[in-house]
């Protein structure tokens, strides 16, 4: 159980164009999910955080309008990089959270979108 | 703030070799904590958690003990496979009545030779 995918798993794109990330919970229903970025051989910088309906909460340094996050259900939500430039190529991953016994929070993983932007 | 502290890799060890990683962390509140692994080029996967202190988190022969008294979380297993080659991070869960942002260490990556 507890089974978040990712599409694509990776996607090469010319400069000034968007792309589009898809993160699902495939099992349970997330009531918050997550978008990451991870450079090489680095951890996971939190971009920012989704609920269903409502607009995503960015992390501190993150440009809203050009990581736009839609999270229309409770098992899908979207990253879209607009106007790509190569200093976006990274590898992008999103968690989806579900609730679990005495309220404690545990974040599931995709497994990674590789983006690179010529 | 929260923040977690994991030992530097990278820790390179022999088939059936002990493994420690330590991992420390400062919080305010009653953090759960949680090991993951990332195997080249996927994404992570959780691979234990324990939610208060004394707990213990057991997978796939790898523990963790929740040591409230010295705020640590060290990942142990006893005889190390080369399918555990693998970066991995310790991570927070958010304390403080934040209880869904995760707090993560650098990453350790561990290497396991035949």
């Known amino acids: 159980g507890a089974v978040v995918s990712q599409h694509p798993s990776w996607v090469i794109c010319k400069s000034g164009t968007s792309v589009k990330i898809e993160c699902r919970s495939l099992?349970?229903?997330?009531?918050?999910m997550f978008w990451y970025r991870q450079f090489p051989k680095q951890s996971l910088m939190l971009m920012a955080t989704s609920n269903e309906g409502s607009k995503a909460t960015y992390e501190q340094g993150v440009e809203k309008d050009k990581f736009l996050i839609n999270h229309a259900s409770l098992t899908l939500s979207t990253l879209t990089v607009t106007s790509a430039h190569p200093e976006d190529s990274s590898f992008y991953i999103c968690?989806?959270?579900?609730?679990?016994?005495?309220?404690?929070?545990?974040?599931?993983f995709g497994p990674g979108t590789r983006l690179t932007v010529l | 703030g929260d923040s977690v502290t994991q030992m530097e890799g990278p820790v390179t060890l022999s088939e059936e070799a002990f493994l420690t990683i330590n991992c420390t962390y400062t919080?305010?509140?009653?953090?759960?904590l949680f090991w993951y692994v990332q195997y080249p080029g996927e994404g992570l996967q959780l691979l234990l958690k324990?939610?208060?202190?004394?707990d213990k988190g057991s997978n796939k022969g790898f523990e963790a003990t929740y040591r409230k008294e010295t705020t640590s979380f060290h990942l142990e297993k006893g005889s190390v496979q080369v399918s555990d080659s693998a970066v991995y991070f310790c991570a927070l869960g958010g304390s403080g009545g934040s209880n869904y942002k995760l707090t993560f260490g650098k990453g350790t990556l561990l290497t396991v030779n035949p």
């Open positions: 968690s989806a959270s579900a609730d679990g016994q005495s309220g404690v929070v545990t974040q599931y």
């Open positions: 324990a939610t208060k202190a004394d």
């Open positions: 099992d349970f229903q997330a009531t918050t």
């Open positions: 919080a305010t509140g009653y953090p759960s």
